[in-house]
C-alpha cells in the first residue's frame, strides 16, 4: 500500500481521500439511463476491482449507504488483499425507532463510522429550536454499539445547530463542488461554513456526478478547505481510481504529478512540435 495524506477523524488515521459508492450503486445524478447502465455494469469483480485499487493507492475509507453489495464487496476485497478499508456507513430511516433499528445493523456489519443520512437528519432538523429531534438518543446509541458518530447533511445549518448544542459528532457529510452541484448556498458561503466548523467535514460530489473535471474539481475543494477535512469522490474503474488518487496526492503534497491528458483531434494543433 502507498502512503496516502491522512488526518484524524475519532482517533483514527483517515486518508484525505475517500472512496464513494454512488458509481457502485447506479446512483449517478445525472440521468435514468445512466443509473441503469450503472447497475448493469457494477458486478461484484468490477467493484472489488476498484476497491483494489483504490486501497493499493493509499486510500483507506469507504462511505456508503446500507447497501448489501458494497458489504459483500469490502468482506471480498479484504480476503483477497488483506487490507482494511474504514466504513463511514449512512443508515435511513422513516423515524427515529427505524434508524436505531438500522443503526443496530450498520454495527452488525462492521461499519466502524455512523453518520444519519440526510434524508432523516435533514427533515428532523428544527431550525427554529436550534436542534435535531431525537440527536442525543442517536449519539449515544451509535457510542454504545462502538461507533463514531456523525451526521450525513445536505443543509449547512445542521453543521451550525449541532455545534452550538454541542451534539456528540466528530464529522459532517456535506456536498461541495466548484458550480455548487446540490449545495444550498453559494459555493464561497460553503467555504466558509466548511472552514468555520470545527469539526471534520466529509466534502461529497467534488466532481458534481461527472460534470467537472477531476484537475479543476479536486483542486477546487482541496484548495478551499481545513487541512482535517477529506473528500469523498465516486470511481468507476481501477484507472479512474489510480488517476484521481495521483492527481488528489498531489494537490495535498504540492508535488503537482502531471497526469496524462485526455486527447481528441480537436485539440491537434495545441500539440507541441515533432522534433
Keep these: 500500500m502507498t502512503d496516502f495524506p491522512t488526518t484524524e477523524i475519532g482517533g483514527v488515521a483517515i486518508s484525505r481521500l475517500i472512496i464513494g459508492t ?21 458486478t461484484l469483480e468490477n467493484i472489488v476491482s476498484v476497491l483494489e485499487a483504490c486501497s493499493a493507492g493509499g ?7 446500507m447497501d448489501p453489495n458494497v458489504r459483500e464487496a469490502l468482506l471480498r476485497h479484504e ?34 463510522f455512523c453518520l444519519p443520512h440526510s434524508s432523516y437528519t435533514d427533515s428532523n432538523l428544527l431550525i427554529a429550536e436550534k436542534r435535531i429531534e431525537g440527536m442525543e438518543e442517536i449519539s449515544e446509541k451509535i457510542r454504545s454499539l462502538g461507533m463514531i458518530p456523525g451526521l450525513s447533511t445536505h443543509r449547512p445549518e445542521t453543521m451550525m445547530i449541532s455545534d452550538g448544542a454541542g451534539y456528540d459528532v466528530v464529522t459532517y457529510i456535506q456536498p461541495y463542488n466548484s458550480i455548487g452541484f ?5 459555493t464561497d458561503w460553503m467555504a466558509m461554513l466548511i472552514n468555520r466548523t470545527p469539526k471534520s467535514v466529509m466534502c461529497i460530489k467534488p466532481l458534481a456526478g461527472g460534470r467537472i473535471t477531476p ?11 481545513k487541512p482535517i477535512d477529506i473528500v469523498c469522490v465516486g470511481l468507476l474503474s481501477p484507472e479512474e481510481a489510480s488517476e484521481d488518487i495521483a492527481l488528489a496526492r498531489g494537490i495535498l503534497t504540492g508535488t503537482k504529478e502531471t497526469h496524462e491528458l485526455q486527447y481528441t483531434r480537436s485539440k491537434g494543433d495545441l ?3 515533432q522534433q
Design 215 to 225: 484537475p479543476t474539481g479536486l483542486s477546487f475543494v482541496y484548495n478551499s478547505v
Design 182 to 186: 446540490l449545495c444550498a448556498v453559494e
Design 271 to 273: 500539440m507541441p512540435p
Design 22 to 42: 454512488n458509481w457502485f450503486i447506479g446512483a449517478s445524478h445525472y440521468s435514468a439511463a445512466k443509473d441503469k447502465w450503472l447497475k448493469r455494469y457494477q
Design 79 to 112: 480476503e483477497e488483499t488483506g487490507r482494511h478499508l474504514y466504513w463511514f456507513i449512512t443508515p435511513d430511516g422513516s423515524d427515529i425507532e427505524e434508524l436505531l433499528d438500522n443503526i443496530e445493523q450498520c454495527a452488525e456489519w462492521g461499519a466502524e
Design 59 to 65: 486510500l483507506n475509507a469507504i462511505c456508503s449507504g
